[in-house]
């Protein structure tokens, strides 16, 4: 099942914004409003992690109430995980890492997914397995933009949301790469902002990041 997005139709991740926000929510009540927040920013895509209790409850309210909105699910890390956010209405997934099961699940889901590398070795293995979309994580931590682009030219098929550690000053860099599809971050959602359901302010930050990406085409 495809993502859809202002009734187009995507098969891959890479293809739903240029800044792909991720979301850790305490409280699904938020998850609703801060998705309408991001939509308003220019950004239609969000990642709620599955790092609190509330992360399915959070993507079963986004995907019933925010239907302009492509909402996923990421740190996947089981074939449970997966299916589960499915059923909840995610619309794809992202994996901080992957294995041969976990990988075999992602597929069976049915929707985009993005499995997480940090190494040439995992990139070779996951291009053998078919699979040219790929998380790169933790992104400043592993290298950085300079270690993406040394990775064009060896591996030109493979293309990469990074994310760990980025920032509003470090995402044109990863963004200007050619293997680059988009960004991942959260720093469009504030703690503080968040604490105080600021959400005008997430609006604000959202249409900076969308700004990113609309830089000089690249092939």
């Given amino acids: 099942m495809p993502a859809e997005q202002d009734g187009r139709v995507t098969a891959s991740v890479l293809g739903l914004a240029p800044v792909l926000p ?7 009540a938020d998850a609703v409003p801060l998705a309408r927040a991001l939509v308003a920013g220019g950004l239609p895509a969000i990642e709620v992690t599955l790092r609190t209790d509330v992360a399915l409850d959070a993507i079963r309210a986004v995907a019933a109430e925010v239907p302009e909105a ?4 990421g740190t996947v890390r089981s074939p449970a995980q997966a299916a589960g956010a499915v059923r ?17 699940a992602l597929r069976e889901a049915g929707v985009p997914f993005l499995p997480g590398v940090s190494t040439v070795s995992e990139v070779m293995a996951l291009l053998e397995r078919g699979v040219r979309e790929m998380k790169f ?5 592993a290298g950085g933009a300079p270690y993406l682009a040394s990775l064009a030219a060896p591996l ?3 293309r990469f949301c990074p994310t760990g550690g980025i920032g509003p000053a470090t995402a044109p860099a990863y963004l200007s790469l050619p293997n680059v ?9 504030p703690r503080d902002a968040l604490a105080r359901r600021d959400w005008a302010r997430v609006t ?6 969308a700004e990113l990406g609309r830089g000089p085409a690249r092939s």
């Avoid at 994580?137 to 931590?141: G, S």
């Avoid at 599809?181 to 959602?189: E, F, I, T």
Wanted: hydrophobic share 55%; glycine share 12%.
């Fill in 156 to 158: 030109p098929e493979a």
């Fill in 70 to 73: 492509a909402v996923g699910a």
């Fill in 204 to 209: 604000e930050l959202a249409r900076a990041a």
């Fill in 22 to 28: 991720v979301a850790v929510l305490s409280d699904a």
């Fill in 88 to 104: 909840a209405g995610a619309r794809f997934l992202v994996s901080p890492g992957w294995t041969d099961p976990l990988l075999a």
């Fill in 181 to 189: 599809g988009c960004v991942g971050g959260s720093w469009m959602l």
């Fill in 137 to 141: 994580f933790p992104a400043q931590a």
